[in-house]
C-alpha cells in the first residue's frame, strides 16, 4: 500500500486527485498507476483502470486472477466492475469512499450473488494515511476555489 501511497502523492504533485494503485503477482509489482483524468481528459483514466490496463498489457491477459490490487481509495462502480472482471484476486483498499465506494460503502459487490467472480476485500489497508492525502488535497482545493475551475468549452 505504501507503494499505492506513492502514486497517490504523484497524482495530488500534477493536481489530479491523490488516487494510486499497484498490482501484485507472486510477491512481485506488475503494474503501477495514479489519477489522470484531468491530464488525459478521461472520465475513465482512474488509478485503478489504468493499473488493471498496464497489468493485462504485461501479462498479454485480461484475466489477472493470481493477481492483487492495492488502492487507496475504495474503487469506484466502475473501477469495481473492472477488477470484477479481470478476475483481481484480492483488492486490497486504503479508506472508504463515502460517496462512491463500490465494494462496502454505497454498493456492496461481494453480495451479489449472480456475479461470476467476486474477489476478496480487505479494507483500511494504511486506512490514516490514504485518508490524509485525499483530505489535504481537498482542503487545499477549497482554499482556492477560483484556480480550481476548469474553463468550459464551447459546443
Do not use: W
Request: glycine fraction near 4%; include cysteine.
Amino acid at each position: 500500500m505504501r507503494l499505492a501511497l506513492k502514486e497517490a502523492e504523484k497524482a495530488a504533485a500534477i493536481d489530479e486527485v491523490p488516487v494510486g494503485a499497484v498490482i501484485v503477482q507472486n510477491g512481485k509489482v506488475i503494474a503501477r498507476a495514479h489519477n489522470l483524468k484531468e491530464k488525459k481528459m478521461q472520465s475513465t483514466a482512474h488509478a485503478e483502470m489504468l493499473a488493471i490496463q498496464k497489468a493485462s498489457r504485461k501479462l498479454n491477459n485480461y484475466y489477472l486472477d493470481d493477481c492483487d490490487l492495492y488502492v487507496t481509495l475504495e474503487p469506484c462502480m466502475m473501477c469495481t466492475g473492472a477488477i470484477v472482471l479481470s478476475r483481481i484476486r484480492t483488492l486490497y483498499y486504503g479508506t472508504a469512499d463515502p460517496k462512491g465506494g463500490c465494494t462496502d460503502t454505497l454498493i456492496q459487490v461481494r453480495n451479489i450473488k449472480r456475479l461470476n467472480h467476486h474477489p476478496n476485500v480487505i479494507s483500511g489497508v494504511l486506512q490514516p494515511e490514504c485518508a490524509e492525502i485525499l483530505s489535504s488535497f481537498f482542503r487545499e482545493k477549497r482554499k482556492h476555489p477560483k484556480k480550481n475551475r476548469k474553463p468550459v468549452q464551447p459546443a
